[in-house]
């Protein structure tokens, strides 16, 4: 069964940093792009970023970032692990929202819509 | 980037009617090489993830009613849905993801009348 399991929630302070962490099973978690996708208080879904676990990571190439996150927030991956990740290096109270990791489908040269979701990581920053 | 526009906002429905709702793209996600349009819908219920629901425009995922149909191409894309249940209450988003930079719609918010 795939599932895509996300760390639990966190609160944090204005300027703190912070790394959450998206764990991949019941697939080849290399073989599948991740996005990132952030949904504010009472607000619709963006798009924040990106990646293919089984790229290099020197091969930047293979991580697209939204203008709207570019500089802001950082993907990361542990392939021994299957674990993707999205980091704040200094937070923002604009930054408290849920944040879901979600599969990008492929097969045969055809991408599809984001096929599996993480349930997804509540981040609050208080000022 | 491209820009999906969700028309309308929101919109209610009484149980057993037809829903609409409208996805219109800045720019095509026609891709002529695999002939597939890139843009996938998905229905968002509260405390959930949200869900895919089509892909390539028209393409039903497995286990999906058939009560949604989706339809259009090149710029201009709608989700049906025949005959509204109650459990169909959601927030419903088009996604294009043609280009390296992933959009979102707005988001429409469907709910009984």
């Known amino acids: 069964e795939v599932q895509l399991v996300q760390s639990g929630a966190e609160v944090k302070e204005s300027g703190e940093s912070l790394k959450i962490s998206c764990k991949g099973s019941g697939y080849s978690f290399t073989s599948y792009w991740i996005a990132w996708v952030r949904q504010m208080p009472g607000k619709g879904l963006e798009w924040v970023a990106k990646?293919?676990?089984?790229?290099?990571?020197?091969?930047?190439?293979?991580?697209k970032y939204s203008p709207s996150f570019q500089g802001r927030v950082t993907i990361s991956v542990d392939k021994s692990t299957s674990t993707a990740y999205l980091q704040w290096t200094s937070l923002r109270a604009s930054d408290t929202a849920m944040y879901y990791c979600a599969r990008h489908y492929y097969d045969s040269g055809n991408f599809g819509g984001y096929d599996y979701w993480g349930q997804g990581t509540l981040v609050t920053v208080s000022s | 980037d491209i820009v999906l526009t969700q028309s309308p906002d929101s919109l209610a429905v009484s149980l057993g009617e037809r829903a609409t709702i409208n996805c219109k793209s800045s720019q095509s996600v026609f891709r002529g090489s695999l002939n597939k349009n890139y843009l996938a819908w998905y229905q968002h219920k509260p405390g959930q993830p949200p869900k895919l629901l089509i892909s390539?425009?028209?393409t039903r995922v497995s286990g999906v009613p058939e009560r949604f149909t989706g339809s259009g191409s090149g710029t201009d894309f709608t989700l049906t849905i025949s005959s509204l249940q109650a459990e169909d209450v959601a927030v419903y988003y088009c996604q294009q993801y043609d280009s390296d930079l992933h959009t979102f719609g707005q988001g429409t918010k469907l709910e009984i009348k």
């Open positions: 990646f293919y676990p089984g790229a290099s990571n020197a091969m930047d190439s293979y991580t």
């Open positions: 390539w425009a028209s």
